[in-house]
């Protein structure tokens, strides 16, 4: 096959080519288009409102939903009160929840910083069967309470101390997102349920200076329970108030019109333990 030779002469006929005019406009084209999306995305960056943020930043520290802002009425008032447009939920959502989520996990890490750590997960159902799953992490302070900070929450495929063990680690990752600082977490805090006992064991291999312990308030429990089947006669007592007191609507009006001032007597709350 002939080696092809460029002289001056082939190239500048190249050049004047069709099939090099568009091919130089097409890529000419290609580096305009980027700049425009640079310069878009910066003035998007650069139009973010302040007023926009400090609603979105108030309205999830006051635990309200943001879609309480397409409330025709309410969205008028705060128009009216504020002389402001009231942005849509999807705005807020799309365009301030990260920038917040991510300033208010700096001041978080700013406070621990590298301070000793203790965790606790606690699992619940919701309404709709599913598992949800909330970590919880403090500081441990020598004279003093330390601070305390919802880090993370999860629903969880299954309730087991695979999903618990995985979920510790990925909210220890999203606290120290440069590289988990392994011998900082001393305490595991947790439920007495098997598949937390279980993760707790299988954490300690990867957090060598953390000590597991189990909520003490179900050992009370347990004691109060055994005091409770001891004493027959003052058990019975307890439950017949709770039947009068708590079971009888119409009792609980005379009671209330007889004595206004009086509370009624306290519910006696019977948790279960799992063992």
Request: glycine share 4%.
């Amino acid at each position: 096959m002939p080696k092809l030779i460029l002289t001056k002469s082939y190239v500048s006929q190249h050049i004047k080519s069709d099939k090099h005019i568009k091919g130089l406009a097409r890529y000419e084209h290609q580096i305009n288009r980027k700049q425009q999306q640079l310069l878009t995305a910066t003035s998007n960056i650069s139009k973010k409102s302040s007023f926009n943020k400090d609603l979105c930043e108030a309205f999830i520290s006051a635990n309200i939903p943001l879609y309480k802002l397409e409330n025709p009425k309410f969205k008028t008032f705060l128009e009216v009160y504020t002389k402001n447009d009231i942005p849509s939920e999807s705005t807020l959502r799309k365009g301030y929840v990260d920038d917040i989520y991510n300033e208010t996990m700096d001041k978080i890490r700013k406070i621990i910083s590298d301070k000793t750590i203790w965790v606790s997960i606690d699992e619940t159902t919701d309404v709709q069967g599913r598992y949800i799953a909330n970590v919880i992490v403090g500081t441990l302070e020598v004279n003093n309470a330390g601070n305390i900070f919802l880090l993370n929450s999860e629903e969880l495929e299954k309730a087991n101390h695979s999903t618990i063990s995985k979920l510790f680690d990925r909210s220890m990752s999203i606290f120290w997102p440069a590289g988990i600082q392994h011998d900082n977490v001393l305490l595991f805090l947790s439920d007495t349920a098997p598949y937390m006992v279980k993760s707790g064991e299988v954490l300690k291999s990867l957090y060598s200076k953390m000590i597991h312990v189990t909520c003490v308030v179900y050992g009370l429990h347990r004691v109060a329970e055994e005091v409770r089947s001891q004493f027959h006669v003052v058990d019975k007592v307890i439950s017949s108030v709770k039947k009068i007191f708590r079971k009888g609507p119409s009792r609980l009006l005379v009671f209330k019109s007889e004595a206004p001032n009086l509370p009624l007597p306290p519910e006696p709350i019977i948790t279960f333990h799992i063992s």
